[in-house]
């Protein structure tokens, strides 16, 4: 099995996974565990995923579950060493099984370190991965609406209390609905482009997704009417971007992306540092919020945004991700935060309603 990169690199290693090929963006990963979640996660559609770890696969895959989506979203997968034996009590099957009865093609036994330089150096290229046969065409995958692929077609609805959540799934992972469920709140999960003017809910949440955010136009003027009332909204990773836009901010693809579950965030304004997991390959130019708009976190790495809110009205968004899974829970307290300022909106508008 090869792995032909637009460069002119050309990789070979051993077959592990479907006997298949795949086309698309090569980016890596430098997570040392959370493959079962990181291949389900759908802002993964349309690459080709390197994870940096040397040992994948030990693990096992767990039952369907512990997803982050119902199916492997990355269009394929290469690692250095693929265990063949799995431990662990939580497991179902092999890595190995469970991309076979998907159709994704993986590969192993390469070196994915000098691989992962070559991409930070460079930045993410276009890639192949052919199982058999010669190279094809590339495709660059941020050229098409992976959203509006990546996105449900009909409304959800999650029955709890209160508040009521109206959630825009542009590739929503499942940990963030089970996030709020948990926290007691009634969760209604649209598609990318639903139109929710008539429907009733106390605050807005805009998911994450794959690619491009300027491809979304539908959710940016979606939000933008919604901001005509004044409701609380929240943002997460790609939901950081969308929400930039609505509010007339400019968005960029960044040279090799964030995706990883150690990247350190400081609370502007703060001496606060929090660990945070991310996967992201565009970001929010800070320099172009307008007026009204500042930044909430700032990657202490790069020193790029990583969220925004609004001064005066309760707008705000995070370009990491708080739900990890995988990656640590530190800034789960978002969650929290956007749960109690609904409550206590709503309970503001029902003893107005009774004065």
Not at 72 to 81: H, K, T
Not at 162 to 175: F, H, S, T, V, Y
Not at 322 to 341: K, L, M, N, S, V
Request: net charge positive; proline share 5%.
């Amino acid at each position: 099995m090869k792995l032909f990169l637009k460069d002119g690199t050309v990789l070979e290693g051993k077959s592990f996974g479907a006997a298949s090929n795949a086309v698309g963006e090569v980016i890596f990963n430098t997570g040392m565990v959370g493959y079962p979640e990181s291949l389900t996660d759908p802002s993964y559609a349309g690459q080709i995923l390197v994870l940096t770890y040397p040992l994948v696969g030990n693990y096992g895959v767990p039952d369907k579950k512990s997803f982050e989506s119902q199916k492997i979203q990355v269009a394929g997968l290469v690692v250095s060493e693929y265990s063949e034996n799995y431990s662990h009590h939580r497991a179902k099957r092999s890595l190995a099984d469970w991309l076979k009865a998907e159709g994704i093609p993986a590969m192993t036994g390469l070196d994915t370190r000098a691989l992962t330089k070559r991409l930070r150096e460079h930045g993410v290229l276009l890639g192949q991965l052919i199982h058999s046969g010669k190279a094809r065409g590339f495709f660059d995958p941020n050229e098409e609406n992976l959203v509006a692929a990546v996105s449900p077609k009909k409304k959800r609805v999650y029955k709890g209390g209160r508040p009521r959540i109206l959630a825009i799934d542009c590739g929503m992972k499942e940990n963030i609905v089970r996030s709020f469920i948990s926290r007691g709140a009634t969760v209604i999960r649209v598609p990318w482009n639903y139109d929710f003017k008539k429907e009733k809910y106390d605050g807005l949440f805009i998911s994450n997704g794959p690619g491009d955010p300027t491809m979304a136009a539908a959710t940016i003027e979606h939000i933008q009417h919604a901001m005509k009332k004044n409701k609380p909204i929240l943002g997460i990773c790609l939901g950081n971007q969308l929400l930039a836009l609505a509010a007339g901010a400019k968005t960029y693809k960044l040279k090799h992306g964030h995706r990883s579950q150690n990247q350190p965030c400081t609370q502007v304004g703060t001496e606060r540092c929090y660990i945070t997991s991310q996967n992201h390959g565009f970001a929010v130019d800070a320099k172009s919020l307008p007026v009204g708009w500042e930044e909430w976190f700032v990657n202490a790495n790069d020193g790029s945004n990583e969220g925004i809110k609004h001064r005066t009205k309760p707008w705000r968004s995070v370009q990491f991700h708080p739900e990890a899974c995988p990656g640590p829970t530190d800034t789960a307290w978002i969650f929290d935060e956007f749960i109690t300022q609904l409550k206590t909106k709503s309970e503001r508008v029902r003893r107005a309603k009774t004065i």
